[in-house]
């Protein structure tokens, strides 16, 4: 399956007071890494390993390692930007590769305002992170620019999914594997994730 909603209880726990209307930006922001590293265990479980022979405490010991696995973990700015110190807690050596999307709040159309990617895209991984996947236009552009950039392995880790939102991504990128801590009743008309978490982004940055 593409689409993997883990019910780990510390996620849905920590995921049911994100939804709280009362809750403090420092608490909002504190609880969207900690879900983003709980996603990143999932989504590394299934990264390779290679027996390695190191010098221990009595001598030489086989040990494992991950085989060679490079990441760049793909923020969509600027809510994405919440989740990535919870994903690089975990994999601290991955490069970053920064995508600016916004969708117009009319016509909920995804319109590309910067792209920074890493080289070798390749050879990467890319984990892509976005607290919210809606209509999934954010995420459906970014993966098609991924791909324009060469990059072959995409997962997405979000914080909550409406299901048009997975229709749209799996339906034109039947590859990608998503993961959620959620998957939501539906879009309301303005496209906002019902019961969802409000603006995602306006409550990790303290805007508005
Ligand atoms: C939000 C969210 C996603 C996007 C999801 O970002 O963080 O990127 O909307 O909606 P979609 O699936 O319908 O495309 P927003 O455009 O509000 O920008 P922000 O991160 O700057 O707040
Ligand atoms: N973006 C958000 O921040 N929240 C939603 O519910 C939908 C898009």
């Known amino acids: 399956m593409s689409v993997h909603e883990i ?13 709280r209307a009362d809750l403090s930006t420092k608490s909002f ?18 990264f390779p390993l ?14 494992k390692k991950i085989a060679g696995k490079k990441v760049t973990v793909v923020p969509i700015l600027r809510a994405g930007i919440g989740m990535l110190d919870g994903v690089l807690s975990l994999i601290p050596g991955a ?12 016509t909920l159309e995804a319109g590309t305002y910067l792209q920074k990617l ?16 809606a209509t999934g236009g954010s995420m459906e552009a970014t993966i098609a620019m991924l791909k324009q950039a060469g990059c072959r392995e995409i997962k997405a880790l979000v914080l909550v999914a409406a299901p048009e939102g997975i229709k ?41």
């Not at 019910?7 to 994100?18: E, S, V």
């Not at 039947?174 to 801590?181: E, F, G, N, R, S």
Request: aromatic fraction near 4%.
């Open 168 to 208: 749209r991504v799996l339906d034109a990128h039947p590859d990608v594997k998503i993961y959620t801590a959620s998957i939501d009743e539906r879009l309301n008309q303005d496209g906002y994730i019902m019961p969802g978490l409000g603006d995602a982004g306006d409550r990790i940055f303290g805007t508005k």
């Open 118 to 133: 890493v080289g070798d895209l390749d050879q990467r991984l890319a984990l892509i992170i976005d607290p919210m996947l």
């Open 50 to 63: 290679e027996d390695t022979q190191i010098e221990g405490w009595c001598g030489q010991v086989t040990v």
């Open 95 to 106: 490069k970053v590769s920064a995508v600016g999307i916004a969708r117009n709040e009319e």
């Open 29 to 46: 922001r504190e609880l969207a890494q900690e879900i983003a590293a709980l996603l990143t265990y999932e989504a590394s479980k299934d």
């Open 7 to 19: 019910d780990h209880p510390l996620i849905q726990h920590k995921l049911g007071i994100m939804r």
